[in-house]
């Protein structure tokens, strides 16, 4: 494994598989990464698929970074998240499904094998699920109004039904993929990590191991704020629109990294238990609720995992509802942020220790 060697941001991996702070060395890794191919894609749509970023971000799946604090994950890519493990566990919950039930890429419809399958799994009582995103299927849309703005879902899942011989469409549930802006551009890193791998070939992995630094340079910190401020905004219709009786629920998958990134703007909430084992994000005094139709996934991958691309491991499930979410981000925050507005620490320190940079010998005391 390679030494923390910096409090720089790395990326973590690359074509899927990962590079730092350990560099995976397997026949399947160096494949992608030479053939330039997206194994969650792939995987997806059961046929080799290229990596669909641009030039500069061109394989990019992870970052990883210390902005808070310990070293983590941060996912800069949705495909990394179309991983048939994580779309089960929430498409379970939101349908109040066990294990036995098919999850299909919606372009695998296009396949022969893949529609008698469908059809056949509803005569044996199994319940069959067809998923959209923008690169499988496209992402299904909800158009504008004069009084509501159009919305886009970065994952739509509808039940297909077996009704009198025929297909039918039942409940749809909604699931958000939250991945992090970065200040600044992955492209020097990945034309250090392209012309490595062009130099070396096989022994690509055993050069990054020597030379971290190659997947480093220049690459900036997450844009925190804006990242929370745009999806907090859509989640409050995204979360409420789970109380539909057409909708199964609404999920929001979020990286380990995100969550703990977005701990000031919800004034850092002391999570409910409920008697499933599972958390609650909910206002302090009020009942919690039993069968929420809104859910938080925090995920982190299984970095030390012998197996690559590595997994993802659920670390909280927690219900929410829009009630929670605004009251600990528009009410709980805003408090706090007041409190300290007014502390020893807050804004007549900074304006007097400002000032003083320009007139040193004057005090600057507040009356």
């Not at 300290?340 to 400002?354: C, D, H, I, P, V």
Request: charged share 20%.
């Amino acid at each position: 494994m390679t030494p923390d060697i910096a409090e720089g941001n790395f990326v973590s991996e690359w074509f899927g598989h990962r590079i730092y702070p350990n560099v995976t060395s397997t026949a399947r890794s160096l494949a992608d990464q030479v053939a330039q191919q997206c194994p969650f894609l792939s995987a997806a749509k059961a046929s080799p698929q290229e990596c669909v970023k641009r030039p500069a971000s061109k394989g990019v799946c992870t970052i990883s970074s210390r902005s808070n604090g310990p070293r983590q994950d941060w996912v800069v890519c949705p495909y990394r998240l179309v991983e048939p493990t994580l779309l089960r566990i929430i498409a379970a919950r939101l349908y109040g499904l066990g294990q036995d039930f098919g999850l299909y890429a919606a372009p695998t419809l296009a396949a022969e094998d893949t529609r008698t399958a469908i059809v056949d799994r509803p005569k044996g009582g199994e319940r069959v699920f067809v998923y959209f995103d923008l690169k499988l299927g496209g992402e299904i849309s909800l158009s504008a109004t004069e009084s509501s703005p159009e919305m886009a879902f970065d994952v739509t899942v509808v039940e297909l039904q077996r009704t009198n011989g025929s297909i039918t469409l039942g409940k749809f549930a909604l699931i958000e993929a939250q991945t992090m802006d970065f200040h600044g551009t992955y492209a020097h890193a990945v034309e250090n990590l392209s012309q490595a791998l062009r130099l070396h070939g096989a022994d690509f992995p055993a050069a990054l191991r020597e030379n971290p630094q190659w997947a480093a340079e220049r690459i900036e910190g997450p844009n925190i704020a804006n990242v929370f401020k745009r999806t907090f905004y859509q989640l409050m219709f995204k979360f409420s629109f789970g109380a539909n009786p057409s909708c199964a629920g609404t999920a929001l998958a979020l990286p380990l990294s995100v969550w703990d990134s977005w701990q000031p703007f919800l004034s850092s909430p002391e999570l409910a238990s409920a008697s499933d084992g599972t958390l609650r994000l909910a206002v302090p005094g009020e009942e919690i609720v039993v069968d929420p139709t809104a859910w938080i996934y925090v995920f982190d991958f299984n970095s030390s995992a012998s197996v690559t691309p590595n997994p993802v491991e659920v670390m909280m499930t927690i219900g929410a509802t829009t009630d929670a979410l605004s009251h600990f981000a528009l009410k709980e925050a805003p408090r706090v942020a007041s409190v300290q507005l007014m502390s020893e620490s807050g804004m007549y320190a900074s304006l007097s220790r400002r000032l003083r940079s320009y007139w040193p010998d004057h005090p600057m005391a507040r009356t």
